[in-house]
């Protein structure tokens, strides 16, 4: 599979995908906080933490891109 010219470049997000980006980002925040208040301290929560902030940032890829990493026109 050949990977789009733009798959490891910025992609400025338009207006309407920055609105999505946002929606994201404060769900992850508020899921963090509720992991953050009931699961016990230790290796698994800080584990569970970095993945939810992964996912975070994926989503905003998922958004700016398609599956080629070429830029979403919408």
């Known amino acids: ?9 910025y992609l400025n997000p338009t207006e309407d995908q920055k609105y999505d980006m946002a929606a994201c980002r404060n769900a992850a925040a508020e899921y963090a906080e509720v992991l953050d208040q009931r699961v016990p ?19 905003n890829v998922a958004i700016t891109q398609n599956s080629d990493g070429s830029p979403r026109a919408d």
């Open 1 to 9: 599979m050949a990977l789009n010219e733009a798959t490891f470049g």
């Open 41 to 59: 301290e230790g290796p698994d929560k800080t584990y569970l933490l970095r993945k939810l902030r992964e996912v975070a940032m994926w989503a």
